[in-house]
């Protein structure tokens, strides 16, 4: 099968991807079998074009880092917006990279649910759309009979839910923890060497690892989001983003991290969930200390990490980079090459 794939947002990561498509063609066509074409692009800010015969992604590419819009594009039909984008062309694969609000899930939870709807195989990185649905948008690509992929939604590129799919089948997950905001961990980092909570967070935002307004960061919320959708995916939990207990770092001083030191601990900002001694669910936002031994309290920086308590093997962590332009359009490659696996 071809792949006919729309882009609905065409920013950092949908750029990552096109780059990452473009560099990868020959390897994907010899080693996965996998064929495709940019078929149409749509972005609230960059406008849009579409060709049933395929755009010239490199064309595309040069023309946006030039500061030039989708419609000056030298062929093609202009002017569609998200919606036409998904219904009306020929694509057969959605890639949903919009900017969204991950409280509402909104706009790309309606770009999602829509193209699952006309039938079309959707891969996105957008938090959104699982904070707020994952259940239900699971079960209606399964009934449409098409593929849903969010693996970037947690650890950008670093695979958690292949990870469980494939490497951890036959596990039985009691809790899941970890360290899923490089904002905060970055500032963690810096504080323990001794800079100011103020410093860092400036640092943080220089480095481009903070938003000019870090709330969603540094009080939980981002880490929120993916507890919810890790939840609801792994222990069947239907929780909603207001059924968690959550707080930031904002409240932890330097006092508290020498404190912690002095104790032999480290302090992290940990999304955990799972089943308690009693057998009850759980999830939960919030700082914790660590003790050095523990496999969390050894990542510094920006970088993140997910513990997995099995019943097989114990505790499982992975360590990756968790955003980031092309690491986050790997995350897609994956979701394309798994979307091949099933369905090509």
């Not at 800010?45 to 010239?56: A, E, M, R």
Request: charged share 25%; aromatic share 8%.
């Amino acid at each position: 099968m071809e792949w006919k794939i729309g882009f609905i947002g065409f920013g950092t990561v949908g750029q990552g991807f096109a780059e990452i498509l473009l560099e990868k063609k020959e390897m994907l066509k010899e080693m996965f079998g996998i064929n495709y074409k940019v078929v149409a692009i749509s972005d609230m800010l960059k406008g849009s074009v579409y060709n049933p015969d395929g755009l010239d992604i490199k064309k595309v590419l040069e023309m946006v880092k030039e500061g030039k819009k989708l419609d000056e594009y030298p062929d093609g039909v202009k002017g569609l917006d998200a919606l036409a984008t998904i219904r009306e062309t020929n694509s057969n694969l959605i890639v949903e990279v919009t900017y969204t609000d991950v409280k509402t899930g909104e706009p790309a939870l309606t770009h999602v649910r829509t193209a699952l709807q006309e039938g079309k195989n959707v891969i996105s990185t957008n938090k959104g759309p699982p904070v707020k649905a994952v259940k239900d948008l699971m079960k209606l690509a399964e009934e449409n009979n098409v593929f849903y992929g969010f693996e970037g939604v947690v650890l950008a590129g670093t695979p958690v839910f292949n990870l469980l799919e494939y490497c951890l089948a036959g596990n039985t997950i009691r809790e899941v923890k970890g360290i899923v905001n490089g904002t905060t961990n970055y500032i963690l980092t810096r504080m323990e060497e001794g800079m100011s909570y103020d410093d860092a967070l400036r640092k943080a935002q220089e480095l481009g690892y903070a938003e000019a307004d870090p709330t969603g960061d540094v009080e939980g919320w981002d880490a929120l989001g993916k507890i919810v959708i890790l939840s609801n995916v792994i222990f069947d939990a239907n929780l909603r983003w207001e059924d968690v207990p959550r707080e930031g770092i904002t409240n932890i001083t330097l006092e508290d991290i020498k404190s912690a030191k002095d104790e032999g601990k480290r302090w992290k900002l940990i999304a955990s969930a799972g089943l308690n001694e009693d057998g009850k669910f759980y999830a939960k936002v919030g700082p914790e200390k660590l003790p050095l031994s523990d496999p969390l309290a050894g990542v510094s920086d920006a970088t993140n990490a997910l513990t997995f308590i099995t019943d097989e093997l114990g505790s499982v962590t992975i360590v990756g980079p968790g955003a980031g332009r092309r690491e986050t359009g790997f995350s897609l490659l994956i979701d394309l090459i798994n979307l091949n696996r099933k369905m090509g």
